[in-house]
């Protein structure tokens, strides 16, 4: 498999969007790994007319997370 990128995560990030959204720092670890995986495999919110949003949503329902990144933006 081809070498795709980093995810960088920002702990001090994590823990204070964890709690304006009311779950564990550990969830919002996976919301922003599931996000930036995205990324990586050439997804873009910006642009693609909701494809990244509606895929995160389903791998966030089969994860058991709830809201994500883009949601909360909207």
Avoid: F, K, W
């Avoid at 922003?32 to 949503?57: F, I, N, Q, T």
Wanted: proline share 1%; aromatic share 2%.
């Amino acid at each position: 498999m081809p070498y795709l990128g980093d995810i960088v995560i920002a702990a001090g990030v994590a823990v204070r969007q964890a709690r304006a959204a009311g779950h564990s720092r550990l969830t919002e670890l996976r919301i922003l790994a599931l996000h930036g995986l995205l990324h990586l495999a050439g997804y873009d919110h910006e642009s693609d007319h909701g494809e990244m949003a509606r895929l995160e949503r389903r791998l966030r329902q089969r994860a058991g997370l709830r809201e994500g990144l883009i949601e909360r933006a909207s």
